[in-house]
């Protein structure tokens, strides 16, 4: 995949969520989260930011929500979006599961990449994560809608997750192969105080070390074994080491998502403990991200969409 990073500026745009995985920050159950959803203009304004930048494309993230009016909003902005740059920013959304009818209209109002974490491929796992009426089953039925609603679809798992063995992740990379996946957004899990999880976090315990080093295994086994999907070099890598992500791009990941929220709305999405840049904004964000790129000698692909050549020699569906 040669030396170019691509820019996916990401909106996560409300931690309102109807989900309640074990390992989740935001998880509905948490009541000690200010919940927050930001008003469409100003996600609207994030993502037109982005373009500006030269970031080619805009990541829509939040809590995962289906009801009508949620999908009515989302709509909007992307049609909004596209309009405010005349089609040229590329979108990938990571909204969660949702019905095909959704996949399709959010498809149509512009969004052409979305990202799906089946979080775990093995399904015993999946289970120990997730309360009951959560199901693998269904997650796996979602990646096949967007496949036939016509995305470039992504998927991912967490790793050094509480009850996994490598065995587990090296099931992962062959799952990604099996569902001829265009994109993977994977990496370490960190533990969250306020879940249930955080009570196996002495006896799963690992060092930030131990957990970088992990991910980064990750990320180049998997560009070993998928020569031509995208890979992103995830947040949680720089949470564990400050040029983490720069790490996960020199173990053969291409793509960085840095962070557009507006700031005041960072503090309340927080997924795992230490999350990083809280309080640096985008524009500080983009200087510093340049800066770090150009150093490992990679150049950024300002501009353009930088899309998985994947998508392009894979089967159609
Ligand atoms: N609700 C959407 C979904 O489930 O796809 C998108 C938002 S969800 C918060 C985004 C991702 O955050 C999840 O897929 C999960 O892998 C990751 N995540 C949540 N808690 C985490 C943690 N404690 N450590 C690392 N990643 C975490």
Redesign the pocket.
């Known amino acids: 995949m040669g030396t170019k990073a691509y820019f996916r500026g990401i909106v996560e745009f409300s931690n309102i969520?109807t989900?309640d995985?074990y390992?989740?920050?935001?998880r509905k159950s948490n009541r000690n989260v200010k919940r927050f959803t930001i008003p469409e203009e100003d996600i609207i304004k994030s993502a037109v930011w982005a373009y500006k930048a030269g970031y080619g494309s805009a990541v829509f993230?939040?809590?995962?929500r289906s009801d009508p009016e949620f999908v009515d909003m989302v709509e909007r902005v992307l049609l909004a979006v596209k309009e405010q740059t005349n089609g040229k920013l590329g979108i990938t959304l990571?909204?969660?599961?949702q019905a095909y009818k959704t996949y399709e209209r959010w498809r149509k109002a512009g969004a052409h990449r979305y990202?799906?974490?089946i979080?775990s491929s093995n399904s015993d796992l999946y289970k120990k994560l997730h309360p009951e009426d959560h199901s693998h089953a269904k997650r796996i039925e979602c990646l096949k809608s967007l496949r036939k609603a016509d995305y470039q679809v992504g998927t991912?798992?967490?790793i050094g997750l509480p009850f996994q063995t490598i065995d587990h992740l090296a099931d992962d990379i062959l799952f990604f192969k099996k569902i001829d996946i265009d994109m993977i957004g994977m990496?370490?899990?960190?533990?969250?105080k306020e879940?249930p999880l955080f009570q196996h976090s002495k006896k799963w315990y690992k060092t930030d070390k131990e957990l970088l080093t992990m991910g980064l295994k990750m990320i180049a086994a998997t560009r070993i074994f998928l020569k031509d999907v995208n890979i992103a070099s995830t947040t949680?890598l720089q949470a564990l080491k400050n040029d983490g992500r720069e790490l996960g791009l020199k173990a053969g990941a291409n793509v960085i998502m840095p962070n557009t929220t507006d700031t005041k709305y960072r503090e309340s999405y927080k997924?795992?403990e230490n999350k990083p840049c809280t309080d640096e904004n985008a524009s500080q964000s983009r200087g510093s991200l340049e800066k770090s790129i150009e150093s490992i000698g990679e150049t950024i692909g300002f501009n353009e969409w930088g899309d998985s050549p994947h998508c392009f020699t894979r089967k159609k569906f």
């Open positions: 969520c989900k995985c390992y989740c920050g935001i993230q939040s809590g995962e990571s909204l969660g599961e990202l799906l974490r979080e991912g798992v967490m990496g370490p899990f960190i533990f969250h879940t949680a997924l795992y």
